[in-house]
């Protein structure tokens, strides 16, 4: 029988004849937590009186309330710092050095092909885009690996998502994943790998990869997986750690069900609140905004930068109307720089920011007052995900989230001239 690529690789990695259903134990090339999940990681782990510590495979990196907002966070922050000072991790990003941790795992090399990562973060499956079989895990499961290097698994079933065509100007990743997430619901993939194939899948940038798989959890996803081709090599060309083997599905794989999405047909999506699931096209719309939010580790890369500003350019934000930028690392924000495209958004009258999730969680900076609403590039729009309880949120992709900034309402880029 044929194996999907999420067999393939929990086989790789535990040594067995790994099929779905099946609990198997992993060996877990990267774990990964942040300034939240950490420290409660680190109390576990000493609570296992083990001497032994996977050092190589353990992945720091504050960046949830970091720059501190108060006192609690600073501690955290501390404890991180400081854990990884006493038991010298070579991998631990300080601020300024950093930033938001999905994007950072790409940017450093830890994602690649067939790597086996966990996270002690939900959107860890964002590395499915690069090939990887990723997926969030608790602190507690954290420890566990760090002293073990391994965790134990249940191999998913897997979702084929077969891909044609190619996206029109202004729709991206998330507007494909918004759709996928609407016509499945939130729990339409439960403990599910999705997997994209066809010949669609060459015309979707490995920037807009990564999107998707970073929201395959919002439909319940276990994993969103791409195959490696040669956008995946050329992507991680030079920055990726050590050696990589590819992976690719069997032409037998057995999948629970098939999806089919012609993107050529796929129109701006934004997901009302309070959930990714509640998704409309974007014309069809007629909502005012307060905020507009560009960033996340959903699209906070340099090619959402890029899309957003090419819009905003020689424009201004409309009146009342607050917009922030965050790019999602010290890297992002270096080639904006270098770009002029921090010129642009502070031009058009944008805030920007160094790298943090702070606002993405409802942590810190671009909390929404009660009745405010926000549209944002960010993964989730529950009920007061960045803010009061009484806001409202609505996903959509960098370029409506731009357009939306200037009109002052959610639009497409196309509905600018109107205004």
């Given at each position: 029988m044929g194996k999907t690529i999420a067999e393939k690789i929990l086989s790789a990695k535990s040594g067995t004849d790994a099929h779905a259903g099946q609990i198997v134990i992993a060996n877990v090339d990267y774990v990964m937590v942040n300034d939240v999940t950490g420290p409660i990681a680190f109390r576990e782990y000493a609570k296992l009186s083990i001497d032994k510590?996977?050092?190589?495979?353990?992945?720091?990196?504050?960046?949830?309330?970091?720059?501190?907002?108060?006192?609690?966070?600073?501690?955290?922050?501390?404890?991180?710092?400081?854990?990884?000072?006493?038991?010298?991790?070579?991998?631990?990003?300080?601020?300024?050095?950093?930033?938001?941790?999905?994007?950072?795992?790409?940017?450093?090399?830890?994602?690649?092909?067939?790597?086996?990562?966990?996270?002690?973060?939900?959107?860890?499956?964002?590395?499915?885009?690069?090939?990887?079989?990723?997926?969030?895990?608790?602190?507690?499961?954290?420890?566990?690996a760090f002293a073990t290097g391994k965790l134990w698994f249940k191999v998913p079933e897997t979702i084929k998502v077969e891909l044609t065509g190619k996206f029109k100007p202004n729709v991206g990743g998330k507007d494909l994943i918004i759709r996928i997430i609407t016509d499945i619901g939130v729990d339409g993939a439960n403990y599910m790998a999705f997997e994209f194939h066809g010949p669609g899948v060459a015309n979707v940038t490995v920037s807009d990869r990564l999107t998707i798989a970073n929201m395959a959890i919002e439909a319940g996803g276990k994993a969103g997986i791409f195959p490696c081709d040669a956008r995946t090599v050329d992507y991680i060309k030079g920055t990726v750690r050590g050696t990589y083997v590819p992976v690719d599905a069997d032409p037998d794989a057995q999948y629970c069900c098939v999806l089919k999405y012609d993107l050529g047909k796929i129109e701006p999506m934004v997901a009302f609140p309070h959930l990714p699931s509640n998704g409309h096209p974007v014309r069809e719309t007629d909502v005012r905004i307060d905020q507009a939010y560009l960033g996340s580790c959903t699209n906070g890369r340099i090619e959402d930068m890029r899309a957003a500003a090419k819009i905003v350019k020689g424009r201004k934000v409309a009146d009342g109307v607050r917009f922030l930028v965050v790019p999602a690392t010290q890297k992002v924000y270096r080639q904006m720089l270098d770009e002029g495209l921090l010129q642009v958004f502070l031009d058009c009258g944008a805030f920007i920011s160094g790298p943090t999730c702070g606002a993405c969680l409802g942590g810190y900076m671009g909390i929404?007052?009660?009745?405010?609403?926000?549209?944002?590039?960010?993964?989730?729009?529950?009920?007061?995900?960045?803010g009061d309880k009484d806001s409202e949120v609505y996903l959509a992709g960098p370029e409506t989230v731009a357009a939306s900034a200037i009109a002052g309402k959610i639009v497409t880029p196309d509905e600018l001239e109107e205004f």
């Open positions: 510590m996977y050092k190589d495979r353990m992945v720091l990196i504050p960046d949830h309330y970091v720059p501190n907002k108060d006192v609690a966070s600073a501690v955290q922050a501390k404890e991180m710092r400081d854990f990884a000072h006493v038991h010298g991790i070579k991998n631990y990003y300080e601020v300024g050095k950093g930033g938001v941790c999905h994007q950072l795992m790409v940017e450093e090399g830890f994602a690649a092909p067939g790597r086996l990562i966990v996270g002690a973060d939900s959107h860890t499956c964002t590395y499915g885009g690069v090939n990887a079989m990723s997926t969030g895990i608790g602190s507690t499961e954290a420890a566990v929404l007052a009660k009745g405010e609403r926000a549209v944002s590039s960010t993964n989730r729009n529950f009920i007061g995900r960045m």
